[in-house]
């Protein structure tokens, strides 16, 4: 049995949206109420573009003589057709501006996090000090995972559409890489003077070796409490300041040359005390052969026995020592050698022997013994070990010949004879330039040992910034080149041994090559970022002008683009595309691919616009078909077909809603009148009055008719 009812009374399984409003009055309020639950629902949009977009679409409706309401709600019950059409129309323009504007900003917000995140990873392992990677390495990934973002290296990707996660963590970035920047800033401050510090610690250091041996460790103890102060002082006893800050290597630096003029004048007073020392003891010996000239009678052996004795206890007394039948006072004091001296002087008056008034000058033996213990400290302080092995082989030949006594760095030459040391004074000149170019060839090694170590640390730091694959094999070149010049990478951080000349100048010249080789996977990179960012625009104004096209259209086009994306390591969530990185040859065909698509996509909406908008329905004839969800057919004198948006349904027809939604229009005396209907089969009549009449079939679902 059929059962004939008002469409506005229609309140079985059949569903009717709102009262007979006119179409155009429903289409305007329903569209402008589902645009505003979309600004103000979307979390991943900025205040600003939320407040502009959400003005524009109130602007609209009012214009159409519509009144927003509490919330969402707008009101088109008093707007005239023709506005409320045009208002639908501009609605429509806003939400396509609103889903590009969106896009385009979460997609400027994403590619300014990733850039800045991976610059600042970057920066932060091109750091010196370890303290400073360690204090910041930690912040900047918890900033990232924050952020639900994740890394490779220092690489950052963001494969995440919560970008309001992204926006609070963007601040704690820039002020991150703020410090960061500051830290970078005092790391070549700290550099400057590191490379001063070094200098000086070679000058002081050669001013220790030239102390009495008793002298040099105090010296070197106050040389390592001056590093470690400085924070330049390592735990293997090497130079190392990058753990420092600017004001402790300022400091350094002042109390190195505190400590310098501490050596010089040590050294002076050094000087004086061996001329002083020279002189007593030449004294001793001048008294001693005053004596022996001395007839027996008037001085005795028991005499000679016991001044003998006088003058030991003299030099005993002074702190001097008997060493290798020499006399040593390198130990004792300008005091006590003052005291010693007038103790001989005394001595002397009381024997009646005249004072000798000529200056007493450094022997021949005392000379060639300062001069030969002078390069054996600098030869020792070259770091070169095969330069410094031929030098001390070359001098100690040389002090063989002469008979001198080595022991370390201490020459003795008082027991060789005056002849031999005469004649070996020009091998001492020649050892002294060799010792010379020595000296300079090392600052050069030095010089170039640094370089060599800059360009790898900073070949590391690039190469960190690029793709795994490039990662791969650039650091696949620049590992020989490091094990070449005795270096050692670890992660992003390179550290150097010395290496010999020849060999730093092959690294040298094979870092200038590979440093070539990285400027152009950058520009490669650069190429290939801009290329897939290229692509996910596209891509991104493809799904939106999908968006915009009818169900049909938006299955077969959708159907094409998402091969295309996964192609590309893209996806698609709703209207919104990310793209993780992916080859240059696979984004050039994923372009041409968009290409040919975008041209459909042309088409598909051309065509669209051509067919103009949904037939007026007329009284007794016909229905317009609205909104069409799911799949909803109507059978008409035995021939059954699929109601699409925008086509008509003749009365008396009968309409299958039992797998979908269908908004449909009639044209009444009082004007259009639409209502949404699910969940049944009915019909549809109009009569003699006008009015739409609905007779329901069946409630239940039933299964689509072929």
């Known amino acids: 049995m059929k059962l004939t009812v008002l469409l506005a009374a229609l309140l079985l399984p059949l569903s009717v949206s709102k009262a007979f409003a006119t179409a155009a009055q429903s289409e305007l309020a329903a569209a402008a109420e589902k645009s505003l639950m979309a600004i103000e629902g979307n979390d991943n949009a900025s205040a600003g573009l939320q407040g502009r977009t959400k003005a524009a679409v109130i602007a609209a409706v009012r214009g159409a003589g519509c009144q927003p309401m509490e919330g969402t709600s707008v009101d088109c019950s008093h707007a005239i057709d023709y506005q409320a059409q045009r208002a639908a129309q501009t609605i429509s323009q806003i939400n396509a501006q609103w889903l590009s504007d969106l896009l385009k900003e979460n997609q400027t917000l994403v590619d300014t996090f990733q850039g800045g995140a991976t610059n600042l990873l970057g920066s932060i392992a091109n750091l010196q000090s370890s303290r400073a990677r360690d204090k910041f390495t930690p912040k900047a ?84 409490v001056v590093l470690q102060r400085a924070g330049c002082w390592a735990p293997d006893g090497s130079l190392d300041c990058s753990n420092s800050t600017p004001t402790a290597v300022e400091t350094g630096l002042t109390n190195l040359d505190s400590l310098s003029q501490s050596l010089t004048q040590a050294t002076a007073s050094q000087n004086g005390a061996q001329t002083l020392a020279w002189r007593i003891i030449q004294d001793a010996r001048d008294i001693s052969a005053a004596v022996g000239r001395l007839p027996a009678k008037e001085f005795s052996a028991k005499d000679r026995r016991d001044l003998d004795f006088k003058i030991y206890a003299i030099f005993d007394k002074a702190g001097c020592k008997e060493v290798n039948g020499a006399t040593d006072c390198s130990s004792t004091t300008d005091e006590k050698l003052q005291t010693a001296g007038d103790a001989l002087a005394k001595l002397r008056q009381s024997l009646g022997l005249k004072a000798d008034a000529a200056p007493v000058e450094m022997t021949l033996e005392e000379k060639f013994a300062g001069e030969a213990q002078d390069l054996k400290t600098g030869i020792a302080a070259l770091v070169a070990p095969d330069v410094r092995q031929k030098l001390d082989e070359k001098l100690n030949h040389v002090l063989m010949g002469v008979a001198c006594e080595v022991s370390g760095t201490d020459v003795n030459c008082l027991h060789a004879p005056a002849v031999k040391l005469a004649n070996a004074e020009s091998d001492l000149g020649g050892l002294r330039q060799a010792l010379a170019q020595a000296q300079k060839d090392a600052l050069k090694s030095q010089a170039l ?27 696949g070149e620049l590992s020989p080149i490091l094990t070449l010049a005795n270096c050692r990478l670890t992660g992003a951080i390179v550290s150097c041994s010395p290496a010999p000349d020849v060999i730093l100048r092959k690294a040298d010249n094979e870092l200038s090559a590979l440093s070539k080789e990285v400027t152009k996977a950058q520009a490669d990179a650069a190429a290939t970022q801009a290329l897939g960012k290229k692509v996910a625009g596209e891509a991104q ?55 040919a698509l975008n041209t459909e996509v042309k088409q598909a909406a051309d065509q669209a616009l051509a067919k103009g908008p949904t037939p007026a329905p007329t009284v007794g004839n016909s229905a317009s078909v609205g909104a069409v969800t799911g799949v909803v057919t109507f059978t008409c004198g035995g021939t059954t077909e699929v109601a699409r948006e925008g086509s008509q349904i003749p009365v008396g027809c009968s309409i299958n809603a039992t797998r979908g939604n269908v908004t449909l229009t009639f044209a009444t005396p009082n004007g259009p009148q639409s209502g949404t209907f699910n969940g049944g089969m009915f019909m549809v009549n109009q009569g003699s009055s006008g009015q739409p009449e609905i007779s329901l079939v069946a409630s239940k679902p039933a299964p689509l008719q072929p």
Do not use: M, W
Request: some cysteine; aromatic content about 2%.
């Open 541 to 595: 104004s493809i799904a939106g002008a999908i968006a915009q096209l009818n169900q049909d259209a938006q299955r077969k086009l959708n159907g094409e683009l998402s091969p295309i994306l996964a192609l590309a390591n893209c996806r698609l969530t709703g209207a919104s595309v990310s793209c993780l990185p992916a080859p240059e040859v696979v984004l050039q065909k994923a372009d041409n691919e968009l290409a």
């Open 449 to 475: 040992g640094q370089t060599v170590l800059n360009e790898a640390k900073s070949l590391a730091g690039a190469i960190a910034q690029l793709d795994p694959n490039a990662q791969q094999r650039l650091n």
């Open 141 to 224: 990934v918890k900033i990232v995972s924050y952020a639900h973002c994740g890394r490779a290296g220092t690489r950052v990707t963001c494969d995440t559409f919560d970008f309001d996660s992204i926006r609070r963590n963007l601040d704690g970035l820039k002020d991150l890489a703020t410090e960061v920047a500051q830290a970078a800033a005092e790391q070549v401050v700290i550099q400057a003077a590191a490379k001063k510090i070094a200098a000086k610690v070679l000058d002081v250091k050669a001013a220790i070796a030239k102390q009495p041996s008793n002298a040099r460790d105090p010296f070197n103890q106050k040389l390592a």
